[in-house]
């Protein structure tokens, strides 16, 4: 097991988001994201970018796009 977060970030590299997962196997996890920052705030449409973060190391950021 590892304690693991998943965080996102906007174009201009911000960090707009964080889930906290918990304890995972290393396996594939999967997270909703409506869209919002951390104070709840609507972001706009756009290229987003999100990384997992864990006890282990971080993987590799992957692009998303997001439409509102």
């Known amino acids: 097991l590892?304690?693991?977060?998943?965080?996102?970030?906007?174009a201009q590299?911000?960090?707009v988001r964080s889930?906290?997962?918990g304890d995972i196997q290393p396996i594939e996890?999967?997270?909703?994201?409506d869209?919002?920052?951390?104070?709840?705030?609507?972001?706009?449409?756009?290229?987003?970018f999100y990384q997992l973060v864990h006890s282990g190391?971080?993987?590799e950021a992957k692009k998303a796009v997001m439409l509102s």
């Open 2 to 10: 590892t304690n693991a977060r998943i965080l996102i970030f906007d």
């Open 57 to 59: 190391g971080v993987s």
């Open 35 to 48: 869209g919002r920052d951390d104070v709840g705030e609507r972001l706009p449409s756009g290229v987003y």
């Open 19 to 21: 889930f906290l997962i």
């Open 13 to 15: 590299g911000r960090e």
């Open 29 to 33: 996890i999967s997270v909703t994201w």
